[in-house]
């Protein structure tokens, strides 16, 4: 423990540390006097004086006339201290490796929110590492609870602000989840796994967490269950994943070692590269879309214009007023894709 009082020099701080001496050991505690008794053959000194052991002066000072295996070092404000700490193997406290502490942080990421929470717990608990909740939430997370209780997953109940503080938003919806992400599935996976129906919508330079959710959201209503992006990790965000209020869980981000080369794969299987054009487009109503396509959409710039696929098969366009240039990159997919499924549901 640390104490402190003034003198002439300021203050000064008092840190009583243990003795260099150990042959007096004890398991009573120094400072309350309670616990076990004094060691077999250590004797009590009389009238303030030291007390001996097997002849020899005993060291430590004396409290209540006992001799202390404690001992005072005072140190004034201005010198320092030991810049790295060592705890004896007493504190409880124990190295970490920053290695290994980074590379953790990166295979974690914390999501929230009560749809997407729900929904992240009934398709993969086993990814969960620890969760907070604020008390109202919980009657509705009963099941979870005692999952997580029974495969001693930590959890806390919490105020509003360490919540928001856990989960990093102010937006949290009652609950977080720290998880561990999912890696993505290559192409070649893919398609050994893909039904005659299938769309894949591959998202480029895709940098808004909420369209994207909203886009995960709308492929889940759709059936649409692969979603090509440059980075697997862009389906675990947070914010992402709570816009998309559960149909995260529905979509697999599918990687490949570049977008050019991936869509080439899929190409050579026999999809269709679809995308948008505003200019040589066909109306997606009155487009034959195909069974098997990969539909190429590309973050808004000036308007839903052409991508950088130059070679597209076929190329669509959305119908409208023209009082606004484009539709948002979320609302135009789900323009296509309901139309995809439309013509070709089973």
């Known amino acids: 423990m640390n104490d402190e009082f003034k003198g002439k020099s300021g203050k000064v701080k008092v840190m009583y540390v243990r003795s260099d001496d150990?042959?007096?050991?004890?398991?009573?505690?120094?400072?309350?006097?309670?616990?076990?008794?004094?060691p077999a053959g250590a004797s009590r000194s009389d009238g303030g004086r030291r007390g001996t052991r097997e002849g020899k002066p005993s060291t430590g000072r004396e409290r209540g006339g006992e001799t202390s295996p404690w001992r005072t070092v005072s140190r004034a404000p201005g010198d320092s201290e030991p810049t790295t700490p060592d705890h004896g193997g007493i504190s409880?406290?124990?190295?970490?490796?920053?290695?290994?502490?980074?590379?953790?942080?990166?295979?974690?990421?914390?999501?929230?929110?009560?749809?997407?929470?729900?929904?992240?717990?009934?398709?993969?608990?086993?990814?969960?590492?620890?969760?907070?909740?604020?008390?109202?939430?919980?009657?509705?997370?009963?099941?979870?609870?005692?999952w997580m209780a029974a495969n001693r997953k930590a959890y806390h109940v919490v105020d509003d602000a360490e919540l928001a503080k856990a989960s990093g938003t102010e937006h949290h919806g009652g609950v977080c989840f720290l998880i561990k992400k999912r890696n993505g599935i290559q192409v070649n996976q893919w398609l050994e796994q893909a039904d005659d129906n299938d769309c894949v919508l591959?998202?480029?330079?895709?940098?808004?967490?909420?369209?994207?959710?909203?886009?995960?959201?709308?492929?889940?209503?759709?059936?649409?269950?692969?979603?090509?992006?440059?980075?697997a990790a862009l389906l675990e965000s947070g914010a992402a994943v709570r816009t998309a209020e559960?149909?995260?869980?529905?979509?697999?981000?599918?990687?490949?070692?570049?977008?050019?080369?991936?869509?080439?794969?899929?190409?050579?299987?026999?999809?269709?590269?679809?995308?948008?054009?505003?200019?040589?487009?066909?109306?997606?109503?009155?487009?034959?879309?195909?069974?098997?396509?990969?539909?190429?959409?590309?973050?808004?710039?000036?308007?839903?214009?052409?991508?950088?696929?130059?070679?597209?098969?076929?190329?669509?366009?959305?119908?409208?007023?023209?009082?606004?240039?484009?539709?948002?990159?979320?609302?135009?997919?789900?323009?296509?894709?309901?139309?995809?499924?439309?013509?070709n549901r089973t």
């Open 202 to 231: 591959a998202l480029e330079e895709m940098g808004n967490p909420h369209n994207l959710g909203g886009i995960m959201r709308t492929c889940a209503n759709f059936g649409v269950k692969g979603l090509l992006v440059d980075d």
């Open 246 to 343: 559960g149909g995260a869980e529905h979509v697999k981000a599918i990687t490949g070692e570049s977008f050019s080369q991936a869509l080439e794969e899929f190409r050579r299987a026999g999809y269709a590269i679809v995308t948008t054009s505003g200019r040589r487009g066909t109306s997606v109503y009155r487009a034959s879309l195909p069974k098997k396509m990969v539909l190429v959409l590309a973050q808004e710039r000036d308007s839903m214009a052409d991508t950088m696929v130059s070679d597209a098969d076929l190329y669509l366009s959305i119908d409208g007023s023209g009082n606004v240039e484009g539709l948002n990159i979320s609302v135009a997919a789900g323009v296509l894709l309901g139309e995809w499924w439309r013509q």
């Open 92 to 146: 409880g406290k124990s190295f970490i490796d920053p290695e290994v502490l980074r590379r953790q942080r990166a295979e974690e990421t914390r999501v929230y929110g009560e749809n997407a929470c729900q929904s992240l717990f009934k398709n993969r608990p086993e990814c969960i590492v620890r969760a907070w909740f604020i008390q109202s939430v919980t009657p509705r997370f009963k099941e979870a609870l005692r």
């Open 22 to 38: 150990n042959s007096d050991k004890r398991t009573q505690n120094p400072r309350t006097g309670k616990g076990g008794g004094r």
